[in-house]
């Protein structure tokens, strides 16, 4: 995405969505939206911005997750049901775990390989 838009500017919005760097947008569901904001509390709105950015490294096998504020963290471990490894403002991940995030946050993330 050209630029990320916050949670609660995304519930806002009639057709919720992002514009792409090749001028195309991306549009999310608002039920993963709600969903989203039913897992954190509705000060966080502001500080989580969609779409979260999962950094595949393929030399390591694992994804990062920028998570400047920790809510990408609190949420990514509501939803697979474990604790995770969070340091320096950075959620690790292993591949075999984002299928469980995927699965439920088609459109609210998105894979960048580094």
């Known amino acids: 995405p050209r630029a990320r ?3 609660s500017e ?3 919005m ?3 969505h992002v514009l792409c760097n090749d001028g195309t947008e991306h549009h999310f569901r608002k039920k993963e ?3 989203l904001s039913e ?3 509705e000060e966080e709105y502001d500080l989580l911005l969609l779409p979260i950015i999962l950094e595949v490294r393929s030399e390591q096998g694992d994804i990062i997750i920028h998570s400047k504020h920790g ?3 609190k949420l990514i471990s509501s939803i697979i049901g474990m604790p995770l490894l969070f340091r320096d403002n950075s959620l690790k991940m292993f591949r075999s775990q ?3 995030v995927r699965s439920v946050l088609k459109t609210t993330t998105q894979y960048v390989f580094i």
Do not use: T, V
Request: aromatic share 4%; hydrophobic share 50%; charged share 25%.
């Open 39 to 41: 897992l954190i509390e």
């Open 5 to 7: 838009r916050s949670l």
């Open 98 to 100: 984002i299928n469980a």
């Open 71 to 73: 809510i990408e963290a």
């Open 10 to 12: 995304l519930l806002n």
């Open 33 to 35: 939206l709600r969903y």
């Open 14 to 16: 009639s057709d919720p």
